[in-house]
């Protein structure tokens, strides 16, 4: 986990309230990545970003937002769009955007909703 | 979209023994990469290996990767409890405008008997 923090570790939200999850790395990464894991599942990218200010949808963007105003910070919001929000999720950062990079991952936040 | 998937999805062992997870993908790749987690945990980054390359090794890990099949095997040899973990292999994919994205299968549960 070294290097990326994510905070809380355990989050717990009424259903209609936005929330908003930290992710923050010292690594000195240009990327970062925002991922969904359900139990049983693989992970799922939400969104990520290759330089500051700029971010791209991953594959379920859909009820979710992000910022990327510094290059340590990667905040991510589950809005209440988001039809099934409790889920663990994992912030993970990368030297670069290319594909021979390896990630390198928070301890994830698990978020429950009710 | 999960182009990795992992097969067996778990995998009870002795310790002492050897542990061998498989992937399968679907489409061309430029690398494969695995990663453990450990349960309510971040992922770790573990191997990479190239689609140029056959087989690389790292301490008691050995992968192999055999294109023609879209296959690709983790070994753990002489196993440790501490192993316990969920295996993921992860595929790059093109996501467009010069970016890839990691999509990771839904893992190998293996478990190391004491």
Known sequence: DGG????PKYLFRKEGQNVTLSCEQNLNHDAM???RQDPGQGLRLIYYSQIVNDFQK??????????REKKESFPLTVTSAQKNPTAFYL??????????YEQYFGPGTRLTVT | SQQGEED?????IQEGENATMNCSYKTSINNLQWYRQNSGRGLVHLILIRSNERE????RLRVTLDTSKKSSSLLITAS????TASYFCATDAYSGAGSYQLTFGKGTKLSVIP
């Open chain 1, 4 to 7: 990326i923090t994510q905070s």
């Open chain 1, 33 to 35: 990545y925002w991922y």
């Open chain 1, 58 to 67: 991953g594959d379920i963007a859909e009820g979710y937002s992000v910022s």
């Open chain 1, 91 to 100: 912030c993970a950062s990368s030297r670069g955007q290319g594909f021979s």
């Open chain 2, 8 to 12: 067996p999805q778990a995998l009870s």
């Open chain 2, 56 to 59: 690389k090794h790292s301490g």
């Open chain 2, 80 to 83: 440790r409890a501490a192993d």
